[in-house]
């Protein structure tokens, strides 16, 4: 789904799939999405914590799992203006990502996870969070197949 060409029609597919899901993960505001789409950060509110892959425990398993290049990581307080892509590398030291899973909160680490729809048991969480959120933007921009990005608060996305 990420990093791949999606047609339209299987974005249809996707997004009928999320509407047919019994309790959605994310909470839309639509008025506040038309306002801020591609225009600013808006705040998502979402149950994703309800969710059992979304546990630090099967997070940290997925991180092992997935090859070391789609699981960057960092340590300690990172310049806001450093540039994100080569503050993986250089804020990294000798430390390995199992230090980083270990210690998270202690190493102030941070640990990026890119392309879990590549890992079988995530990708229909991902594609189901994906056709939600198409769900929602289609209105605005039909079978748009972009990237999208979400962070937590209070960090916001390049």
Known sequence: ????FVSGEQVNDIVAQ??????????????????AYNTR????????????LF?????AALCRRLPAKQVPYRFG???????????????????????ALSHLEARQAYVAVYNAETDPEYRPVIEGLLGELA???????????????ISSSPRATP
Request: charged letters at 30%; proline letters at 8%.
């Open 1 to 4: 789904m990420l990093g791949r």
């Open 18 to 35: 999320a509407r047919r899901a019994a309790t959605p993960w994310l909470e839309l505001d639509d008025q506040e999405l038309r306002a």
């Open 41 to 52: 950060p808006f705040l998502v509110r979402h149950r994703l914590a309800e969710h059992p």
């Open 55 to 59: 546990t630090f425990d099967a997070l």
């Open 77 to 99: 307080v990172v310049p806001d203006d450093a540039d994100f892509d080569s503050s993986l590398q250089r804020f990294r030291g000798e430390l390995t990502l199992e230090d």
């Open 135 to 149: 769900g929602h933007t289609e209105p605005i921009e039909p079978a748009s197949t972009g990237t999208r990005r």
